[in-house]
């Protein structure tokens, strides 16, 4: 199957696929420079939680790799600035902050017994790592969940938890995708995912590419399927995940949810143990970006309503009560969320990436 490469880290710099262009353009661009990689978050060229933290992980790098500093002093003065900059550009994608402080340990490990070109050869070599651990991520995550789809039906998902989103084989697209390959037979309804389309541009460009059936509905459409469209499950993805299993994800998530339980139908999270925060109780706190008010009055640069007040937050947040299970690269959690969740954080940090479902 067609698997998209959202980026990569090349002598000249870090390359990405343009998803803003998508599925119009392919187009790749290539950043010198950190602030461009900041700019490129920011501006959702590239989205997707553990993306945006392979994202962040070349960023610190390239800073570290292209600066002008001359001396380690410099480099270590220097060096808050540049992860003070790639921080501040997207708040809940909780993998962005991981990539993040497991850089800055890389470059003080470096920096207390090497030189400065020894530092930034950690440093670039360390942001790869990440990228090779979330591609080897995503496999186990396709694997614990791929059980969890119906032998032959519909699945939903919701906005792009692909390749595009994850720089591997995808969370949620993994599991399906992973399904697929193990002979199950498997429908893909796509909601939109207004107002960005991530749905309908990103999504559904990798179902079409890798050869998977799919049919394209609008948000509104997502509650009439799950009561008539034979749907065996749905999965998503996630960008911040509470220690007692509340999930931040793209907006519209939540209410799939409620549909899906009101339609007895299981709904999953398939998410690395990087997105999830124990540090944060519950959903209530999670910080959720809000966006710009030209994402829902404009497309491509049309006004299609007046100009009123506009909510546009990008992310909801689904009760852990609605979700069946959430699919890690260690098992999978089950309620409670609080005891299997912990649990599966103590197993990856303990280095092991794939073991037995979590009861």
């Given at each position: 199957m067609?698997?998209?490469?959202p980026?990569?880290?090349?002598s000249?710099g870090v ?6 262009r998508?599925?119009?353009?392919l ?5 010198t420079d950190?602030?461009e ?9 590239i989205?997707?939680a553990?993306?945006i ?5 070349m960023g610190?790098?390239?800073?570290v790799?292209?600066s ?20 501040q550009?997207r ?8 990539a993040?402080?497991r ?6 490990e470096?920096?207390?017994?090497s030189?400065?070109d020894?530092v930034?050869?950690?440093?670039a ?5 990440i990228?090779e651990?979330?591609?080897?991520t995503?496999e186990a ?5 791929a059980a969890?789809m ?16 994850t720089?591997?084989i ?8 992973i ?12 909601p939109e995912?207004r107002?960005?389309?991530?749905g309908a541009?990103l ?7 890798a050869?998977?059936p ?8 997502v ?5 008539t ?9 996630a960008d911040?995940?509470?220690?007692n ?10 209410q799939i949810?409620?549909l899906a339980r009101e339609?007895?139908v299981?709904?999953?999270v398939a ?8 540090t944060i ?8 970006e809000q966006?710009?008010?030209?994402e829902?009055?404009h497309?491509?640069?049309v ?11 990008a ?15 260690c ?16 197993l990856?940090?303990?280095g ?8």
């Amino acid at each position: 199957m067609h698997v998209a490469e959202p980026i990569v880290w090349t002598s000249e710099g870090v390359v990405m696929i343009d998803q803003r262009r998508l599925p119009a353009e392919l187009v790749h661009l290539t950043y010198t420079d950190y602030r461009e990689v900041a700019n490129a978050i920011r501006d959702m060229v590239i989205r997707g939680a553990p993306a945006i933290g392979v994202a962040a992980a070349m960023g610190v790098a390239l800073g570290v790799v292209r600066s002008p500093a001359r001396s380690l002093a410099e480099l270590r003065a220097e060096f808050p600035i540049i992860c003070s900059t790639i921080a501040q550009t997207r708040p809940t994608a909780v993998d962005l902050f991981w990539a993040i402080e497991r850089m800055k340990r890389r470059f003080d490990e470096a920096a207390a017994t090497s030189d400065i070109d020894a530092v930034r050869t950690a440093m670039a070599a360390e942001a790869q790592r990440i990228h090779e651990e979330k591609k080897a991520t995503d496999e186990a995550i396709g694997h614990f969940g791929a059980a969890l789809m119906p032998e032959n039906g519909h699945v939903m998902t919701q906005c792009n938890a692909g390749a595009l989103a994850t720089a591997g084989i995808g969370t949620a697209l993994g599991v399906i995708r992973i399904a697929i390959e193990q002979g199950r037979k498997l429908h893909v309804f796509v909601p939109e995912t207004r107002p960005y389309l991530q749905g309908a541009r990103l999504t559904a460009w990798e179902l079409h590419e890798a050869g998977i059936p799919l049919t394209l509905i609008t948000d509104n459409m997502v509650g009439h399927f799950l009561k008539t469209g034979d749907v065996g499950a749905v999965v998503v993805g996630a960008d911040r995940i509470a220690a007692n299993g509340d999930t931040a994800n793209k907006i519209g998530t939540y209410q799939i949810a409620v549909l899906a339980r009101e339609n007895s139908v299981p709904f999953y999270v398939a998410a690395p143990i990087s997105t999830l925060d124990l540090t944060i109780s519950s959903g209530e706190t999670i910080p959720i970006e809000q966006r710009a008010a030209t994402e829902v009055t404009h497309l491509h640069g049309v006004r299609i309503a007046p100009d009123v007040h506009v909510a546009n937050p990008a992310f909801d947040v689904t009760p852990a009560r609605l979700i069946a299970g959430i699919i890690t690269e260690c098992g999978i959690a089950r309620p409670p969320y609080v005891e299997s969740l912990t649990l599966l954080a103590r197993l990856r940090a303990s280095g092991d990436v794939v073991h037995p479902v979590a009861r």
